[in-house]
């Protein structure tokens, strides 16, 4: 069995936010898998997607002061026409990724205790990002 769907995110601002509620509701079909796999693509380039802990809520403080630690907007880019948040974004998104894979075991994600799933915003103001998940399984 697969299944496809695309979901947009409400616009968030810069940081690290969970969406693995958003991603459960967007595709109800998951509660139908005994075992498969959901992959989560998003199609953006200043932002990306990671797994990490859903518990404390420093995580994302510090996810995203690491994270621009690593790609300051101070750095002399080249790509600045849609301003100085812009290519530190696209730098960041390629460091987290664009896409995540979990199981689906008995009809739920297989997500540790302490995990959940991460918009990684990468810019100061974003829309709404978009999200293809695939489901494949039985």
């Known amino acids: 069995m697969w299944h496809q769907r695309q979901i947009t995110l409400p616009a968030r ?12 509701e967007g595709l109800p079909e998951i509660e139908q898998v005994n075992v498969g796999l959901l992959h989560v693509f998003i199609m953006h380039t200043s932002a990306s997607l990671t797994i990490n802990e859903n518990a404390d809520p420093d995580v994302p403080v510090d996810m995203e002061m ?12 080249v790509h600045t026409m849609e301003g100085p948040d812009d290519m530190p974004a696209h730098v960041k998104a ?43 399984g039985e």
């Open 13 to 24: 601002p810069r940081g690290f936010h969970l969406i693995t509620r958003h991603v459960v």
């Open 66 to 77: 690491a994270f621009n630690h690593i790609a300051p907007e101070s750095l002399p880019y």
């Open 94 to 136: 390629t460091l987290a990724g664009s896409s995540v894979t979990i199981p689906v075991s008995g009809g739920r994600l297989a997500l540790g205790t302490w995990q959940g799933i991460y918009l990684c915003e990468h810019r100061n103001r974003a829309s709404g990002r978009r999200l293809v998940l695939t489901l494949q």
